[in-house]
């Protein structure tokens, strides 16, 4: 193991036998999972948490549903993970056990029949309350998927430069992240346009703010969908984790796991996702519906830390459209036949 993650799993230690002095008890976190008619991927982290006092728990729940209450990014980095600890997971009827990784997330797939649509996934440990996560079932007849990057794609979020970063992160209140204008409106079109198709959104972000992510994805009206991300800090062999091998991991397996589908792939030209995203066409051309990518203003661009030498030039081929949001991508996508064009005269014009 990598002598950083030794040194994070005794600090990890350290702060858990201080949280349960402290008489902090673990909870399971859920996460939005998805899957076939025959197995689902289930997601969740495993934390421990400070007890809620009965005349806090009205109080507590009206913070959870995101609405009202001021949520700074840094409380989500400074929970104490368990990773130690089994997962029991009920759904359709079946239990399954699994142990958290390092983290304390689950990342696992069950084997269980389940007709298309949402279920329900029950969640819990030996100490904890049960909890509910969500789970996407997709028919097997559905040919196409969206999946999603999200920063500065969905959400503006001026990353990867470091200091903006930290305080999009750790200081700004949820409430005031901003949505990428027309980017909800198109992910539910493109919803929309395949009825049961499945909405992903894949990022490099840690699974601290899946939660936060979550608030914002259904108070800004995007259509509901799974959440990959990612566990910062050192691996077995590693310092840092990769962000460019965890998009590229998933797309492989979302490839595999639904060899029939074609994906409609949104990023943004401030990071690496046209290279990832063509790296995936090509090696899986079949799986491609299109790709949509949302041009950068010149000072975003500076912001997100985007040299002129990255800007993208040509267009790879004609399944992709560039524009700076999306409504822009939307028409482009209409012409595709993608979606319908919402300026096309209708039969009684």
């Not at 990071?271 to 949509?292: K, L, R, T």
């Not at 267009?315 to 992709?320: N, V």
Request: glycine letters at 8%; a neutral charge; hydrophobic letters at 40%.
């Amino acid at each position: 193991m990598h002598r950083a993650a030794r040194i994070e799993d005794w600090l990890h230690d350290k702060r858990e036998k201080f949280a349960r002095r402290r008489g902090h008890l673990p909870i399971v976190i859920p996460y939005s999972g998805y899957g076939t008619t025959e197995r689902v991927r289930i997601l969740c982290r495993v934390l421990l948490s400070k007890p809620v006092k009965a005349g806090r728990s009205t109080r507590r729940k009206r913070r959870n549903d995101g609405r009202d209450a001021s949520i700074r990014g840094w409380r989500s980095f400074t929970s104490v993970p368990v990773n130690d600890v089994t997962v029991t997971i009920d759904i359709g009827g079946k239990a399954h056990r699994v142990q958290a990784d390092r983290g304390g997330v689950v990342d696992t797939v069950m084997e269980v029949n389940l007709a298309p649509g949402w279920h329900t996934a029950t969640l819990h440990t030996h100490a904890s309350e049960s909890v509910e996560a969500p789970v996407f079932v997709v028919a097997p007849d559905v040919r196409t998927g969206v999946i999603s990057d999200v920063d500065d794609t969905v959400m503006v979020t001026t990353l990867p430069r470091p200091l903006l970063a930290a305080w999009n992160t750790f200081v700004l209140d949820e409430h005031a992240r901003v949505p990428t204008p027309g980017m909800a409106v198109l992910l539910d079109r493109l919803a929309d346009a395949t009825p049961g198709a499945p909405v992903i959104y894949l990022s490099t972000g840690a699974w601290n703010v899946a939660p936060t992510l979550s608030r914002f994805l259904s108070r800004n009206l995007y259509p509901p969908g799974a959440l990959l991300l990612t566990d910062w800090g050192p691996t077995h062999d590693r310092l840092f984790r990769s962000g460019r091998d965890h998009k590229r991991d998933n797309l492989r397996r979302l490839a595999q796991e639904f060899p029939e589908m074609k994906w409609i792939l949104i990023g943004d030209d401030g990071q690496h996702d046209e290279a990832i995203y063509s790296e995936f066409q090509q090696d899986f051309p079949q799986s491609v519906a299109a790709v949509a990518i949302r041009r950068l203003s010149p000072s975003e661009a500076v912001l997100a830390g985007r040299r002129a030498k990255d800007a993208a030039g040509a267009k790879p081929d004609a399944l992709w459209v560039y524009g700076p949001d999306g409504a822009s991508l939307a028409s482009q996508l209409a012409d595709l036949g993608l979606i319908e064009d919402p300026s096309a005269p209708g039969p009684s014009d």
